[in-house]
């Protein structure tokens, strides 16, 4: 199980740091991946981490203003969101990956998603 929090209305440029805390199992030893889906789109991967912290994946979109990052001790993964933009705007839900990997297909337990608004 995942529970997700941290997300919120912002103005452009602000930040937000979104958070995943699972339970039931221990995140060090699967890839954990974070998804966003707007009104009316796919849900398109944002980016994704390994078990190794060495590894990942980015959106091209969000490089240089997301960051995933993981505490294992906490048993948590973080989207940290900067420079927000209205496009961001979406539900982001995390997932645990059976690889690594930017395939929605790939991944089998979902969060329920916490909604970012990004507007003036």
């Known amino acids: 199980q995942f529970v ?3 997300g919120g209305a912002v103005q452009p440029g602000g930040s937000l740091r979104l ?3 699972a339970s039931g199992f221990t995140l ?3 890839a954990i991946g ?3 889906q707007a009104p009316g789109k796919e849900r398109e991967a944002v980016g994704c981490i390994g078990s190794s912290t060495a590894s ?3 959106l091209d979109s969000v490089k240089g203003r997301f960051a995933i990052s993981r505490d294992n001790a906490k048993n948590t993964v973080y989207l940290q ?3 927000l933009k ?3 705007t979406a539900v982001y839900h995390c997932a645990r990956g059976l690889v690594l990997s930017a ?3 790939n991944y089998d337990y979902w969060g329920q998603g916490t909604q970012v608004t990004v507007s003036e």
């Open 103 to 105: 395939q929605k297909e």
């Open 28 to 30: 060090d030893e699967f």
């Open 56 to 58: 990942g994946y980015l």
């Open 19 to 21: 958070s995943c805390v």
């Open 4 to 6: 997700e929090s941290g």
């Open 34 to 36: 974070w998804f966003r």
């Open 81 to 83: 969101m900067n420079s």
């Open 86 to 88: 209205p496009e961001d």
